[in-house]
């Protein structure tokens, strides 16, 4: 009789109208404790009158989860995995309710996660899959939950459906992959711990389509891959430098990398600045470790990436001098490289006066810097000079963040040690002597940049004409006065410095 009733009301709920009479008549209440039933058709009615009574009402699902509804539903994805009808009732109500956070954190206290992996590993069809996604998706929202359906393994799941799907041109296909791998990027946003887990599952399903279907097809199977590599290369790559697995070198060693200049360079050429800022990303991170950087420059990756220098988006040009700056950092070759590429050269002088996007200035300006900081040839520094480089870096001194003016002050007397003659005329130019003056005398100025603007100044002592401004702007009593500093490391440096400038070492 209780089932035949759940029937009829499931049956009432399809009429818009009578929706309002059943919820009048409290009949939602009612039927919860129905949920718990061990009946499978009492389940599929009950699960289906609820569903539609209480679909697109707020107020009513609320109430839905008070009541505790979200871990009955759960025990009807884990009792009943293979029977089709109360899975979909399920993933139904899940849908409907979980864009709610009372929804979410309920859902975080059970194991769904564990029992979506199984239902999207099982599921045959697009509708099947598409219910699954909605439903993924809303859960990845929460943190909780998106390290849950991390550590259950549903990125690997979700980079087993993109092969599987690979190379297909239906609609539906498309819509799949496109929903995987949205849900991936979701997944990644945030959780570096499980990220890192996932980097390991990425780089051996990577390595066993490669063994198993050779190189060529590990090529062609990034053209369907494109977005769950891209993504999951640049977000989980920021952990690899805690990890000792090899896992960024390998996928260098996988060819990740060349794939990714491949990807970049087609969409340099279609206007995809989406997919460019992607792969960038992913390319910053794998340079990061030492391995990974030496292995990159030996196969032409800064070459490659010059190379897509003609983009004019203004996000683009940011990450390329991100990753450029990467490469650079600690690798006299890569350094080298870099400031023997004029064109590169004068493009950086162009974006260090850009005035409408900040960041692409800043960036230009660190990865001058850091050419000039790493580099130990005297041409470099010529080509620099001879690009009109330098004087950016002198105003790169008086910036607003300390850390690029230490950068600045550091690259600068790495250069003057190599060759202060190219670069006096330059300093002299810019006031180079006064703006260190100033550093100096400011009260605001921090520690370190006094510290470095001070090793600065001993190597511009070298020079005649220089020496000459330091002594007529009376840095010798400014100095004087920092002897009695607060910090250690200032004091010093100001009693070398006087050393100097008096002719005493």
């Known amino acids: 009789c209780a089932v035949k009733a759940a029937h009829v009301l ?7 109208e009578m929706k309002k009479p059943c919820i009048e008549a409290d009949l939602v209440l009612t039927l919860i404790p129905f949920l718990k039933s061990t009946d499978q058709e009492m389940l599929l009615h009950a699960g289906r009158a609820i569903g539609r009574i209480c679909y697109d009402n707020r107020d009513l699902q609320e109430e839905l989860v008070k009541v505790g509804v979200i871990p009955s539903l759960v025990q009807i994805l884990t009792d009943y995995a293979e ?11 899940l849908y409907n309710l979980a864009d709610l956070d009372s929804a979410k954190e309920a859902l975080s206290m059970t194991k769904v996660a564990e029992q979506l992996v199984k239902q999207l ?9 598409e219910i699954v996604f909605e439903v993924l998706q809303a859960l ?3 943190d909780a939950l998106k390290v849950q359906l991390m550590e259950a393994g549903m990125p690997e799941v979700l980079s087993e459906i993109l092969l599987r799907l690979q190379g297909s041109s239906q609609a539906e296909d498309t819509c799949i992959v496109r929903a995987a791998s949205d849900l991936i990027v979701s997944l990644l946003l ?21 063994n198993s279907q050779g190189k060529d097809s590990l090529n062609s199977a990034f053209a369907s891959l494109v977005p769950i590599i891209v993504f999951l290369t640049s977000l989980t790559c920021l952990a690899l430098p805690l990890s000792s697995d090899g896992n960024c070198l390998r996928m260098v060693q996988l060819g990740v990398i060349h794939q990714l200049l491949d990807l970049l360079e087609k969409h340099v050429q279609s206007g995809d600045t989406s997919v460019q800022q992607a792969a960038l990303s992913a390319l910053q991170n794998l340079a990061i470790p030492v391995v990974s950087k030496v292995q990159m420059l030996e196969e032409g990756v800064a070459e490659r990436i010059e190379a897509l220098l003609r983009s004019e988006s203004p996000p683009v040009q940011f990450k390329l001098l991100g990753t450029l700056r990467m490469l650079a950092d600690g690798q006299a070759d890569a350094a080298e490289v870099l400031g023997h590429d004029p064109m590169l050269l004068n493009r950086l002088v162009q974006w260090c006066s850009v005035g409408d996007h900040s960041g692409i200035g800043g960036e230009a300006n660190r990865l001058l810097a850091a050419i000039l900081h790493h580099n130990r040839s005297q041409e470099v520094v010529k080509a620099v000079q001879a690009a009109q480089g330098v004087k950016h870096l002198v105003s ?4 607003e963040h300390a850390a690029m003016q230490n950068e600045a002050l550091n690259a600068l007397a790495i250069a003057s040690a190599i060759d202060l003659e190219t670069l006096e005329e330059s300093f ?4 180079l002597v006064q703006r260190l003056h100033k550093l100096l005398q400011d009260d605001n100025t921090s520690p370190e940049v006094k510290y470095n603007s001070m090793g600065l100044l001993c190597r511009l002592l070298n020079s005649g004409d220089l020496r000459q401004e330091i002594e007529e702007d009376k840095i010798k009593d400014t100095l004087e006065r920092l002897c009695s500093h607060s910090n250690a490391n200032v004091v010093k440096e100001a009693i ?10």
């Not at 499931?10 to 818009?16: G, L, M, R, T």
């Not at 089709?84 to 109500?93: G, Q, S, T």
């Open 428 to 431: 002299k130019e810019s006031q």
């Open 83 to 93: 029977s089709e009808p109360l899975v979909h009732v399920a993933l139904l109500a």
């Open 121 to 129: 590993r099982r599921a045959e069809s697009h509708e099947r899959l």
């Open 10 to 16: 499931s049956e009432i709920a399809k009429n818009e």
């Open 140 to 142: 990845a929202e929460n």
């Open 396 to 399: 790169m001194t008086t910036s």
């Open 496 to 505: 070398t410095t006087l050393q100097v400038l008096r002719g005493e070492t």
């Open 190 to 210: 945030g959780e570096l711990k499980a990220a890192k887990n996932n980097t390991k599952s990425i780089v051996l399903i990577l390595a066993r389509h490669e």
